[in-house]
């Protein structure tokens, strides 16, 4: 298999069922937010920091693929087959979210991000989230986005949040916290 195919060389792009989309569509912006979003997971993945959560942080990735797959599906071909999310992921999540908070401190002031490269790569990680999650609701007023798929994502950045908070304590780095000038 070729990865080029050069149909995509005048701007169009291809739904899974053949529909033909402009690059700029709203559809196709939202799936490539949720890609540029599993890659910043995988480079939070590969952090030493959160080597006891590979596995969950794959499933997260996996997840992600889902969500592709549902946001890259042609919607009026309701036929096709493609991988399902479904409420237990966003249960997990809430789970996972719920254990770290267990051993962190309560939160006193906003949260400046940073302090240590992987903690960075986690707050990037959140705002591409956030983005995701904002594109797939613009597409949303436009055409079918599966409402599972916006908790899914508004879910995954408040893990993401709380996971920078998580390795912060494990790298037993303090917090920054945000001072307002006044």
């Known amino acids: 298999m070729k990865i080029y195919t050069k149909t995509g060389d005048q701007g169009q792009t291809s ?18 937010n949720v890609d540029e979003l599993n890659s910043y997971i995988g480079l939070l993945r590969d952090q030493e920091v959160n080597e006891k959560r590979r596995d969950l942080i794959k499933e997260i990735q996996d997840r992600l693929f889902t ?12 036929n096709l087959k493609i991988p399902d999310l479904n409420e237990q992921d966003v249960e997990m999540l809430e ?8 051993t962190l401190p309560p939160m006193r002031n ?6 240590h490269a ?25 055409s079918f ?13 408040d893990y993401l949040f709380v996971l920078c908070r998580q390795m912060h304590q494990e790298l ?3 917090e920054i916290p ?3 000038r006044m």
Not at 15 to 32: C, F, H, P, Q
Not at 67 to 78: N, V
Request: glycine share 10%; aromatic share 6%.
């Open 118 to 142: 992987s903690i960075s790569f986690g707050h990037i990680a959140r705002t591409v989230c956030r983005r995701a999650e904002r594109g797939c609701i613009a597409l949303q007023h436009e």
């Open 110 to 115: 906003f949260i400046l991000p940073g302090g």
């Open 172 to 174: 037993n780095i303090n």
């Open 67 to 78: 969500i592709g797959s549902s946001l890259a599906a042609d919607p009026e071909k309701s």
């Open 15 to 32: 739904l899974i069922g053949g529909t033909r989309l402009s690059k700029a569509d709203l559809r196709i912006n939202a799936y490539g």
């Open 145 to 157: 986005v599966a409402e599972l798929v916006i908790k899914y994502l508004n879910r995954l950045s």
């Open 95 to 102: 789970k996972e979210i719920d254990l770290m908070n267990e």
């Open 178 to 180: 945000w001072k307002a």
